[in-house]
């Protein structure tokens, strides 16, 4: 089955700097990336996406790169602010039923 | 619009209780339903699928018989916890997806905190 390993599981930046979190995934299979924002007791967020037929995409701040040879995808958040530390958590599809398998997640905190 | 809510949003139990675990699509047919588990500081743990009408997909190490999973509805779909012990005790999540939403994309509800004491 899929495995996706996440790297690093801590990450703090000062604010204004940028944060790169990486993901490997080892399905070749997979085609769906997504990434999820998760604050202290609340839901995870969907923040970005991406997906196989595609190497970059970008919202804002927030940008995603995907390289399916080498079985990799990073998220980029360029100017962090304060409000962008939370735990972040790549995943990768796995299955004819679109299950995600979870990275272990990276807790970003962001200093003022 | 896809959103998803669970109830109730926390509970504590009893050792040796059971408790259910509602998941509901308000606004689109959810085909699909994710149960995940995630402890303190620890990633979301897939737990089974459900399809509407179906009986659930158990990933390896879940035990069936102590997390039940019914999916009647194409809007709703319930997690029961039987004999619940401490170690139950867990952040429950469950997402979503529909024939008409994103292809493979999830929808999360809230989150229940189980706590059995």
């Known amino acids: 089955g899929e495995n996706v390993e996440q790297h690093p599981s801590t990450l703090s930046v000062q604010e204004g700097d940028s944060a790169v979190i990486k993901c490997t995934y080892s399905?070749?299979?997979?085609?769906?990336f997504p990434w999820y924002k998760q604050e202290l007791g609340k839901r995870p967020q969907l923040i970005i996406d991406?997906?196989?037929?595609?190497g970059e995409k970008k919202d804002q701040r927030i940008a995603v790169t995907l390289n399916k040879t080498a079985k990799h995808f990073s998220l980029h958040i360029t100017e962090t602010q304060p409000e962008d530390s939370a735990v972040y958590f790549c995943?990768?599809?796995?299955?004819?039923?679109?299950?995600?398998?979870f990275g272990k997640g990276t807790k970003l905190s962001v200093k003022p | 619009g896809a959103v998803v809510s669970q109830h109730p949003s926390w509970v504590i139990c009893k050792s040796g209780t059971s408790v259910k675990i509602e998941c509901r699509s308000l606004?689109?047919?959810?085909?699909?339903m994710f149960w995940y588990r995630q402890f303190p500081k620890q990633s979301l743990m897939l737990m089974a699928t459900?399809?509407?009408?179906?009986?659930?997909?158990?990933e390896q190490g879940v035990e069936k018989d102590k997390f039940l999973i019914n999916h009647a509805s194409l809007t709703l779909s319930t997690l029961t916890v039987t004999s619940a012990h401490p170690e139950d005790s867990s952040f429950y999540i469950c997402?979503?997806?529909?024939?008409?939403?994103?292809?493979?994309?999830?929808?999360f509800g809230p989150g229940t905190r189980l706590t059995v004491t």
């Open positions: 997402s979503a997806s529909g024939a008409y939403t994103a292809l493979d994309e999830q929808y």
């Open positions: 399905d070749s299979a997979s085609n769906y």
């Open positions: 991406i997906r196989s037929n595609v």
């Open positions: 995943a990768a599809n796995e299955g004819s039923q679109g299950n995600l398998i």
């Open positions: 606004d689109f047919q959810a085909t699909t």
């Open positions: 459900s399809n509407e009408g179906s009986k659930a997909t158990y």
